[in-house]
Antibody
Framework: EVQLVESGGGLVQPGGSLRLSCAAS????????MHWVRQATGRGLEWVSA???????YYLGSVKGRFTISRENAKNSFFLQMNNLKVGDTAVYYC?????????WGQGTLVTVSS | EIVLTQSPGTLSLSPGERATLSCRAS???????LAWYRQKPGQAPRLLIY???IRATGTPDRFSGSESGTDFTLTISRLEPEDFAVYYC?????????FGQGTKVEI
């Protein structure tokens, strides 16, 4: 069974940093592209970043240069380092993966950027 | 990027009625890489349909998906109380993933 578990969210001041983690199980992690998607309270879903199985990385324009995605295949985990956080980054952050039998999401971790 | 437009914004129906939700893509979605989700307040999105018409594991058969060119439809044959929620479509054909703005199904 595919499982994704996020951690690392919390309250941070504008300009601060957080590192989100996503622990994966139930599939061959190293073979799949992994994604981060966020949702601000009362708003829709917004794709944030992805890391391919080849380690190629992709970012939403508004986070480019501030967020860095990485993965550690030996630990079946991937990460989102978020620097210079802005109030507009406040959201629940989900990790997600597409496998041969569906699209799987974690339960999310809340990031709140506020002074 | 592929823009997805969902309609209507809100659908007011009663339990037992049929719901038809639409998602229109701004360009073709290759390999039918279109998914539908249901989201209840405070919960993560739950995958209902992927590849436009394949029910995800555990999705009741009252849910069905179809496509016609760049138009995609989610049909709920008979609404159950748990179906009153927000529904999103998503394309995962091209990066970046994009989502529709959502359709709220309310009583």
């Amino acid at each position: 069974e595919v499982q994704l578990v996020e951690s690392g969210g919390g309250l941070v001041q504008p300009g601060g940093s957080l590192r989100l983690s996503c622990a994966a199980s139930g599939f061959t992690f190293s073979s799949y592209d992994m994604h981060w998607v966020r949702q601000a309270t009362g708003r829709g879903l917004e794709w944030v970043s992805a890391i391919a199985s080849t380690d190629d990385t992709y970012y939403l324009g508004s986070v480019k240069g501030r967020f860095t995605i990485s993965r550690e295949n030996a630990k079946n985990s991937f990460f989102l380092q978020m620097n210079n956080l802005k109030v507009g980054d406040t959201a629940v952050y989900y990790c997600a993966v597409i496998t041969s039998d569906g699209i799987y999401w974690g339960q999310g971790t809340l990031v709140t950027v506020s002074s | 990027e592929i823009v997805l437009t969902q309609s209507p914004g809100t659908l007011s129906l009663s339990p037992g009625e049929r719901a038809t939700l639409s998602c229109r893509a701004s360009q073709s979605v290759g390999s039918s890489y279109l998914a539908w989700y249901r989201q209840k307040p405070g919960q993560a999105p739950r995958l209902l349909i992927y590849a436009a018409s394949i029910r995800a594991t555990g999705t009741p058969d009252r849910f069905s998906g179809s496509e016609s060119g760049t138009d995609f439809t989610l049909t709920i044959s008979r609404l159950e109380p748990e179906d009153f929620a927000v529904y999103y479509c998503q394309q995962y054909d091209r990066s970046p993933w994009t989502f529709g703005q959502g359709t709220k199904v309310e009583i």
